[in-house]
């Protein structure tokens, strides 16, 4: 089945212990992309993928990582969490950025206390 | 900056009535236009993907437009049904800085 995944679906942590968010695709999806999605702010685009080792910041990339030395992995690394990360996030990816529709993982919700 | 933004934020219509949902983007220079539909606590599913150069897009009961030059779109759901009670966005991958912009979304209740 063609799909996104992610893991942890759900995760609880502490103030500045560094966390990874994987996502995986098995789509051969050339791009790939994180999102935060918070109440009255919508989604809002954390890190793109164009292809491999190929990354760029969306609009909010302050506090995370990204890699991509897979073309289906893309994982998101929190250094050194902060409560204002507490958010629903997401993975999506497409076959190619301009002409494709996105396929979206079915998030993960991170609580930072 | 590219904005994008939806109205209304929320709407209620009796079931099998016709709808309209409607968005509106800042800036022209796009490659496409998405709309997806998102159920409480899960995540997104496509539902129609208009390039920049097309008009419209068909998909069973859904129909959507895309005037680039004017900055809007619009999603018709025809013969609404409760199974469509749903959160709508709309996203616009910009050619400008390859960003890709979501709208806050219309909460649809279908009433039975």
């Known amino acids: 089945e063609a799909q996104v995944t992610q893991n942890p679906r759900y995760l609880i942590t502490v103030t500045g212990k560094k966390l990874t968010v994987t996502c995986s695709q098995n789509m051969n999806h050339e791009y790939m992309s994180w999102y935060r999605q918070d109440p009255g702010l919508g989604l809002r685009q954390i890190y793109y993928?164009?292809?491999?080792?190929?990354?760029d910041k969306g609009d909010v990339p302050e506090g995370y990582k990204v890699s991509r030395k897979e073309k289906r992995n893309f994982p998101l690394i929190l250094e050194s969490p902060s409560p204002n990360q507490t958010s629903l996030y997401f993975c999506?990816?497409?076959?190619?950025?301009?002409?494709?529709?996105?396929?979206f993982g079915p998030g993960t919700r991170l609580t930072v206390t | 900056k590219q904005e994008v933004t939806q109205i209304p934020a929320a709407l209620s219509v009796p079931e099998g009535e016709n709808l309209v949902l409607n968005c509106s983007f800042t800036d022209s220079a796009i490659y496409n236009l998405q709309w997806f539909r998102q159920d409480p606590g899960k995540g997104l599913t496509s539902l129609l993907l208009?390039?920049?150069?097309?008009r419209e897009q068909t998909s069973g009961r859904l129909n959507a437009s895309l005037d680039k030059s004017s900055g809007r779109s619009t999603l018709y759901i025809a013969a609404s049904q409760p199974g469509d009670s749903a959160t709508y966005l709309c996203a616009v991958t910009s050619n400008r800085d390859d960003k890709i912009i979501f709208g806050k979304g219309t909460r649809l209740h279908i009433l039975p």
């Open positions: 999506a990816s497409s076959l190619s950025f301009q002409g494709s529709e996105q396929y």
């Open positions: 993928s164009m292809n491999v080792e190929v990354t």
């Open positions: 208009i390039q920049s150069s097309q």
